[in-house]
């Protein structure tokens, strides 16, 4: 007998339960069959090396494609995501269970990453997430080719992206400086085919709803268009953002519809709401925030720089980690949403964390709202 339940639609994708001779499946249709192909690659590149669901089939309908994966028992309402365990120590005010969700993830995706880590260049990396948004026609030409204006307070003041440079930038109290027009030049020449990266075999897009764990289940990595050969520091850059601004406010304030079988991260306790104040005269724009992430989300930010990144950037010989992390950092605070359709708060919010970002001055830990960790102490 065939059962179809729980239709999601995750914006052009749509998804169902589908139970089948004796089968539980998950399927997913795309109308986009580049993106679908991606999708099927990645998986393929994944396969053996990551837990994961497996594929049981790919088949185009017309302008769709269909996916169909084994469905991974352990997931359900409120459980069976990273999500779910960041959202239950924040209520619970303890971190024993999400530590050993945290241990298992890490430790599986530092393995692989010292198996795999090779020095490439960019044009042997899954491009997705910053080589193709910072090419011509990209996402950042889309969003910032036509100068549109950011409106970062409720009056009728705005700011264009090309005005910064000509603006008195100071927030929380200290002076920035920020080119627009140079930082897209200087990204353009890093994320250029032929630069040179360390990258590993990665899904890509490790955010905290892309990656599942049980304590039956293990660690389990959904979601595999960007799975593949990536570059390192953009998969650190992604978590991290993801942490500290996606994850913990962007994503749940704008894609409230991604949480539709996980609606306990919405409440109270596990946002982290900004406050932002802006003043806006002449040639001066003050920005002045407070943004932290929730006590749960710093716990999983400490334990993914002493777990994963300050070792691999030691191992690497990385001694300016900011640096080094910077250009995926820029790309995550500006290529993912686009600031002229952000609330003016939210907008001031990326324009002050891109200033900050750019500052040769900025440490890792002030940038994420951290205290320094047990690594940097020692």
Known sequence: ????????????????????????????????????????????????????????????????????????????????LLLDEITHADHVGGTNRLDACLTAVFSHYQDVISRTLRRTTNK????KLYGDRVAPDGRLDRYYSPNAPWLTTTGARRVRPQDLSDLRLVVNGREHAVDFADVMIQLRV???????????????????????????????????????????????????????????????????AAFRD???????????????????????????????????RRHVLRRYLDDIVYPIARYLGIDDLMAWLRPYLVMRLIAVYHLADLEPRDTALSIALLAQVLDPATALPDFLALTPSRTEAN
Request: proline letters at 7%; glycine letters at 8%.
């Open 124 to 127: 042997e990396t899954v491009s």
């Open 262 to 296: 996980h609606p306990s991260a919405l409440a109270t306790a596990s946002l982290a709401e900004p406050a932002v104040t802006v003043e806006h005269n002449g040639s001066s724009l003050a920005i002045d925030y407070r943004h932290t992430p929730s006590s749960a």
């Open 1 to 80: 007998m065939l059962r179809i339940t729980n239709h999601r639609r995750f914006t052009a994708n749509h998804t169902w339960h589908v139970d089948w001779a004796r089968h539980a499946l998950f399927v997913k249709a795309n109308p986009h069959h580049d993106e679908a192909d991606a999708e099927y690659g990645g998986h393929a590149r994944l396969r053996g090396v990551y837990p994961m669901p497996r594929l049981h089939g790919a088949r185009r309908l017309g302008r769709w494609t269909l996916l169909a994966y084994e469905r991974w028992p352990h997931l359900g309402h409120d459980s069976g």
């Open 190 to 256: 890093h994320f250029a085919r032929k630069s040179p990266v360390w990258a590993a075999i990665t899904q890509g897009d490790p955010t905290d709803i892309n990656i599942g764990w049980s304590p039956a289940g293990g660690p389990v990595w959904f979601d595999y268009d960007t799975g593949g050969l990536n570059a390192l520091p953009g998969e650190f850059a992604c978590f991290l953002l993801y942490q500290q601004l996606h994850g913990a406010w962007l994503t749940p304030r704008y894609n409230r």
